[in-house]
């Protein structure tokens, strides 16, 4: 079983930025793949930025591309998602997300994921 647990989000005005913090515990956090999604209020829930365990390789949608990073520290069990030039869509609730590493991964898919945080507000106004 893996805990997450997200924080961080708020109310930003447009342009500005915000960084998200999803701390874990319970099960050896390198062996997972770490991705972001966001849900609109009345839309579906998207794929934002993943990152694998101990690699380097990270994923994003062409959305937040050149806007968004994420990293990880794994001696601290917590991923990150650093937001610059945010824009009012992208409000929503942001929710971190575990997924078990194997011979295939799949970072963009959220039903690959097996773990969820319950999701902090991101609100950018105009």
């Known amino acids: 079983q893996v805990q997450l647990v997200e924080s961080g989000g708020g109310l930003v005005q447009a342009g500005g930025s915000l960084r998200l913090s999803c701390a874990a515990s319970g099960r050896t956090f390198s062996n997972y793949v770490m991705g972001w999604f966001r849900q609109a209020s009345g839309k579906e829930r998207e794929f934002v930025a993943a990152?694998?365990?101990?690699?380097?390789?990270?994923y994003y949608s062409d959305s937040v591309k050149g806007r968004f990073t994420i990293s990880r520290d794994n001696a601290k069990n917590t991923i990150y998602l650093q937001m610059n030039s945010l824009k009012p869509e992208d409000t929503a609730v942001y929710s971190c997300?575990?997924?078990?590493?194997?011979?295939?991964?799949?970072?963009?898919?959220?039903?690959?994921?097996?773990?969820w945080g319950q999701g902090t507000q991101v609100t950018v106004s105009s």
């Open positions: 997300a575990a997924q078990l590493m194997g011979s295939i991964n799949y970072p963009r898919a959220a039903s690959r994921y097996n773990y």
């Open positions: 990152m694998r365990g101990s690699e380097t390789g990270t």
